[in-house]
């Protein structure tokens, strides 16, 4: 009986061993797995951020590649994809890219470098560029919200209000819709069709070859005295952003707190001002020191003509009709110079004998006194003056006998401290003209003065990019792969 009773315990015991062998067996295998699915999960977290950490790292050092002499010049941030060369393309940039990652991923300057290599084990498989934004798509917006946020820094919103009060007075007062050459001619059609004779041979056989008629018709240049310091710079259209076909790219915009609206405009016009040549005030970079490019680089802007004097001409034929339709409204407000030139036109009408033609006399008489003033003014603005948008009877210059006997304009003193400049007629003249077009000559103005600097001949600005969206694949272990898809940009 004893022995079997011992015999029962040692079998009782003996399986109590082997239930404990069976759990630890158990326990061990779950926690085996568990330790190696948690290896294989850190080796996978480890190559998808270090595939993470090497792409950041190698687009933001394409983003460093600025295009140094553009910042320099002009305040923007671009990355010039053809890198000095004539060809743009996406190939140049994943080039560098590539040289960026591979050096990353093989880390031969890391401390340790056979563990991390171990770590990681991955090399790069593809780059994919899926979309970028130039300085010239979408009418260059991306240049214009860079132009507007560089120049925040340095002007405040007060100043910029000022040009909205003229703008304001401007539209109005109606002097935009005033066409005073078509008003004279139709006025003078009505003096011929009533007395058989133009206004300059009403009382003389010959007419005046010089009036003011004839001088606003061919433009205020005709009334500088120095024409020949006027500049004589040309350029050939065809090869600068706004005539040139561009490289294509798209699948990106700019972003939304972007908002391109009334007040980014003006910022974008004072850049403008801040950053291109004028006429008085030429731009004294390399492209005038070097007699490349154009002189008057907010005329071109506004005129966009391939001659710096077409160019001025053009713009200060536009400030000659707004002056002219200014002072016409000026005529109308002033009670003196109106009753005056109803006298003078009944006395004419009576001369003539014939009482019907009062009223279009009177209103040639006011055409042409507002011609001759405005011929005035123009010329006081080139010469560094300053005239009001409407002006007070006692800052008028011409007399009505001298204005029907016209008397060029000389370099001279004015009276008038007050009012605009040229430069701010400019600013005007710029809210006239769409953004867009205005942005894409901004481009061909820096081209002019980027391609006169050293190795920057070829220089582009639709192969200057803001932003990029790519696609990178990493291959990692048993040929696993890591892809990457993000968008970079200043």
């Not at 069709?193 to 009403?202: D, I």
């Not at 056989?205 to 010089?210: F, K, S």
């Not at 036109?345 to 003033?373: Q, R, T, Y």
Request: a negative charge.
């Amino acid at each position: 009986m004893n022995s079997r009773r011992s015999m029962a315990c040692s079998v009782r015991e003996g399986l109590g061993k082997g239930y404990l062998t069976v759990f630890l067996t158990l326990i061990l295998t779950v926690m085996l797995s568990f330790s190696m699915t948690l290896i294989v999960s850190a080796g996978e977290n480890t190559r998808r951020f270090a595939a993470e950490c090497v792409t950041d790292i190698g687009m933001n050092s394409i983003l460093a590649e600025y295009h140094r002499e553009l910042l320099e010049q002009y305040n923007v941030f671009f990355t010039d994809i053809s890198y000095g060369t004539q060809v743009i393309a996406y190939e140049n940039m994943t080039e560098h890219l590539k040289n960026y990652i591979n050096h990353n991923l093989q880390g031969d300057d890391l401390f340790m470098q056979g563990v991390y290599g171990n770590l990681i084990h991955m090399e790069l498989d593809n780059i994919a560029v899926n979309g970028a934004l130039s300085a010239c798509e979408e009418g260059g917006i991306s240049l214009r919200r860079q132009a507007v946020d560089a120049i925040k820094q340095d002007v405040g919103i007060t100043y910029l209000e000022k040009t909205g009060e003229w703008l304001a007075t401007l539209q109005s007062s109606g002097i935009m819709d005033i066409n005073l050459l078509e008003k004279q001619k139709e006025a003078e059609k009505k003096v011929v069709e009533l007395t058989g004779k133009k206004m300059g041979t009403l009382f003389e056989e010959e007419e005046q070859e010089d009036n003011a008629v004839t001088f606003y018709e061919a433009g205020i240049l005709n009334l500088v005295a120095d024409r020949e310091e006027l500049s004589s710079r040309e350029i050939t259209l065809s090869q600068y952003a706004s005539h040139r076909v561009h490289f294509e790219s798209g699948g990106l915009s700019v972003p939304e707190s972007y908002a391109d609206d009334f007040w980014d405009e003006l910022f974008f016009h004072e850049y403008i001002m801040s950053y291109t040549g004028h006429y008085g005030e030429e731009n004294s970079g390399s492209a005038y020191e070097k007699n490349f490019g154009l002189a008057y680089e907010t005329e071109y802007l506004l005129a966009g003509k391939a001659k710096d004097i077409d160019n001025l001409k053009a713009v200060a034929g536009q400030i000659l009709a707004i002056r002219g339709g200014a002072n016409l409204i000026a005529l109308m407000q002033d009670e003196g110079k109106k009753q005056y030139v109803q006298i003078l036109a009944f006395s004419m009408a009576s001369l003539l004998g014939i009482p019907e033609a009062e009223e279009v006399l009177e209103e040639l008489l006011k055409i042409i006194w507002a011609m001759a003033e405005a011929l005035y003014d123009v010329t006081i603005l080139l010469q560094g003056g300053r005239i009001p948008v409407i002006k007070q009877p006692e800052e008028w210059h011409y007399s009505m006998e001298n204005a029907l006997n016209f008397v060029r304009p000389e370099s001279g003193q004015t009276k008038i401290t007050d009012g605009l400049s040229y430069e701010d007629y400019l600013r005007i003249l710029l809210c006239f003209h769409g953004k867009e077009e205005l942005t894409m000559r901004m481009a061909d103005v820096m081209e002019m003065n980027i391609r006169n600097t050293p190795g920057n001949e070829n220089f582009c600005m639709d192969g200057c990019f803001e932003s990029f969206r790519v696609q990178i694949v990493y291959r990692g272990e048993r040929d696993k792969k890591y892809t990457i898809d993000r968008t970079y940009g200043y």
